[in-house]
């Protein structure tokens, strides 16, 4: 081969090796498929850290009929966003439950997109980037949150979940088996980037 086509085929080679890792098979679809919760702590002291799972709790009961067995993103909001004001007077109960007249009346529950940092739950890592978010903000909403994954309903299992359970759950609800690898295998080197490129593509391309 002449040496002027040298450059032409290492470009080549670079391009189908970026392209490699690109999103396919609907790969960015993981953005639209699941719901997340996001409850942020009235501050760090460990009273306001402590009521803050506790709200979690009572936000969970009050899904979690709803959402248990649940397999459609779309009934599954439906049921969250019906159930919002039941949500906040389930927070606001556990705070007069547990004397906190400091917080009575403060806390916010809404149904909305949210940018969300790189998370790990159990043997699953999420990509950063825009998602669809139940946001339940106690008083000055200043201190540590507690995030998770509210559909699939993996919220109280997914740090003890194995693999195997935690791949029903998100497959049942539309991810395929190429998606679901690629947010379980990002300490192999060439999922790793895959994930990142997935989030610079959704930042660039998402919402």
Not at 12 to 23: C, E, T
Not at 76 to 81: D, L, R, S, Y
Not at 85 to 112: P, Y
Request: aromatic content about 8%; hydrophobic content about 45%; glycine content about 6%.
């Amino acid at each position: 081969m002449p040496r002027r086509f040298y450059p032409a085929l290492a470009a080549l080679l670079v391009i189908l090796m970026a392209l490699s890792f690109l999103p396919v098979h609907g790969e960015a679809d993981i953005y639209d498929t699941v719901v997340r919760l996001h409850v942020l702590a009235n501050s760090d002291s460990d009273e306001d850290q402590a009521l803050k799972l506790k709200v979690r709790d009572a936000v969970l009961a009050v899904t979690a009929d709803g959402l248990t067995g649940q397999t459609d993103r779309a009934a599954a909001v439906t049921v969250i966003g019906d159930r919002l004001e039941d949500i906040r007077a389930a927070a606001e109960q556990v705070i007069t439950d547990e004397g906190r007249d400091d917080l009575a009346g403060t806390v916010t529950v809404t149904l909305g997109e949210e940018e969300y940092p790189r998370r790990t739950y159990g043997d699953c890592t999420l990509p950063a980037g825009t998602y669809l978010s139940l946001r339940v903000c106690i008083g000055e909403a200043a201190g540590h949150n507690w995030w998770c994954v509210l559909f699939p309903p993996l919220c109280l299992s997914a740090a003890s979940a194995d693999r195997d359970t935690a791949e029903d759950a998100f497959i049942s609800v539309g991810l395929t088996k190429d998606q679901y690898a690629v947010i379980t295998e990002t300490e192999h080197t060439k999922y790793r980037i895959r994930f990142k490129v997935l989030e610079l593509w959704e930042q660039w391309f998402g919402k």
